[in-house]
């Protein structure tokens, strides 16, 4: 895809992100097996659930924006599951795996929030004004996961670890 102005950007950046959900949709369930901590288990569990309305959400803005909802490879993602899942091969601690376990998916999301902050302020730019509320719900989703696998890890995971 060629990019030749803010609004062809904007439907890559989207194609980006849409591709990442994809793929952690998929990821995800691995995760859930490897850690041993039970809050932690359902944390992924329930994150499964609201990344599959992350992706309708993201199929309702290509709807929005008369394009059809599609992916466009994105390395860093895979990079980063790619690390993720690396951890979770050589990691043998149950501990220790669930500290790394929750940095990897906090790299995720911090990912998501980035890519969700710049459609959100581009959408705002090209006038999307429909799709704002759409990207706003997401954005807030993937930060009250951060801040959850924030406080898990602070409360009692790296402590167990340590």
Known sequence: MAINNLDDLFEHTLKDIYFAEN???????????????????????????????????????????????????CPAIEGIVEEAEELMDEVKDGATLDAALIAAAQAVEHYEITRYGTLLTWAKELGHDDVIPLLRDTIDQEKSADDKLSRLAEDRLNKKAA
């Open 23 to 73: 793929h952690i949709h998929k990821s995800l369930p691995k995760m859930i097996e490897k850690a041993s901590n039970a809050s932690l288990a359902k944390l992924f569990k329930d994150h499964r659930e609201e990344t599959t309305g992350q992706i309708e959400r993201l199929e309702k803005v290509f709807e929005i924006l008369g394009k059809k909802p599609s992916g466009e490879e």
